[in-house]
């Protein structure tokens, strides 16, 4: 006789392709709508699944693991970042928590480009304006932005995304920069013709363009604060396609409408899709509803890591992509 399948709940639409192959391999519960679920929901997917497999919207604490009963064993996360789900406690309660690390590399690194051009070449405003029809032909002085070859990039966070991302902005002409945890191997820094600053203060105060790559911890949290915006010079531009909480929005607000910071790029908010109003009025400010990994292409092979690390557990193997406290 052939063993159970796995009963499999996913709390959000996936593309079809992934769905299709769920169905085929697993005992799945896919969500209808594409809204979040409720806390109450979550909890109870989790009391009647084996494999839970969220997303990033997806808060799962203590508590609600507390009340999933004892059949949850693999919480299969669609998503490389996994500080929306308490890891250690999962552990505690010999529930393993996987992820999908490296698809989305190459496709945020492009958003990162596109939002560091976005603002310093002004391209919303020049959208408005053609969609407005106040646009009336070429004049020598209007919409200067600025060039970006030769500027000072750091970059906050040199994993797979900072690296990429280095990689794209050295051949548009820039000079990078970085602070990481951990400085690269000599090679790895020849290869990016990168310079390491052990000092973030020091890095951001000299900085032309500030990228943001680095996971939200609590060590990240509010990283880039009002301290550190007022280090940075007034021309700086800021992007942020990580997570939100690293930077400390109402100070970033602040120093944009004081003109300390010439401009901004975010694809990622602090508190999620309640945004500051202030971001969205702005004209300095590329505002993006979380789209740097949002490529066909990416969310697809997102969801072949998620069956994959599903269908080796249920091999009875360790997962390929099993997030380890160390990790984090």
Not at 129 to 148: D, H, K, V
Not at 170 to 179: K, S, T
Not at 242 to 256: F, P, Y
Not at 269 to 281: D, F, M, Q, S, V
Request: charge should be neutral; charged fraction near 25%.
């Amino acid at each position: 006789m052939p063993a159970p399948r796995l009963s499999v709940v996913v709390t959000r639409r996936l593309p079809e392709v992934v769905e299709t192959r769920m169905k085929e391999l697993f005992d799945v519960t896919l969500r209808e709508s594409d809204e979040k679920m409720a806390r109450e929901e979550l909890v109870a997917a989790m009391q009647s699944a084996d494999v839970l497999v969220p997303t990033l919207t997806d808060h799962i604490d203590a508590n609600m693991l507390a009340g999933a009963g004892n059949r949850l064993r693999l919480i299969a996360n669609f998503g490389a970042g996994v500080d929306h789900i308490d890891v250690a406690s999962a552990r505690s309660r010999n529930v393993l928590v996987s992820n999908t690390p490296g698809v989305v590399t190459e496709d945020t690194a492009d958003m990162v480009m596109s939002l560091i051009l976005g603002v310093t070449r002004r391209l919303p405003e020049g959208l408005a304006q053609m969609a407005s029809g106040e646009w009336q032909g070429f004049a020598p002085t209007a919409n200067l932005g600025g060039r970006i070859g030769g500027k000072r990039l750091g970059i906050i966070g040199m994993g797979r995304i900072g690296q990429a991302v280095a990689r794209r902005a050295a051949a548009f002409g820039m000079e990078i920069h970085y602070h990481n945890r951990r400085q690269l191997r000599p090679e790895t820094e020849a290869e990016l013709q990168a310079t390491w600053w052990e000092s973030l203060d020091q890095m951001v105060a000299r900085m032309d363009v500030i990228s943001v790559n680095c996971p939200h911890t609590p060590s990240t949290f509010h990283l880039i604060n009002a301290r550190r915006l007022k280090l940075m010079k007034p021309s700086v531009v800021i992007v942020n396609t990580s997570r939100g909480e690293v930077i400390d929005e109402n100070a970033l607000v602040r120093a944009l409408k004081a003109g300390e910071v010439a401009g901004a790029g975010l694809d990622v908010y602090e508190h999620g899709a309640n945004i500051n109003p202030a971001l969205r009025e702005l004209p300095n400010v590329v505002a993006l509803p979380h789209m740097g990994s949002a490529t066909r292409e990416g969310r697809i092979e997102m969801g072949e890591k998620v069956i994959l690390n599903i269908k080796t557990f249920a091999d009875g193997h360790r997962p390929p992509d099993l997030v380890v406290p160390g990790m984090l």
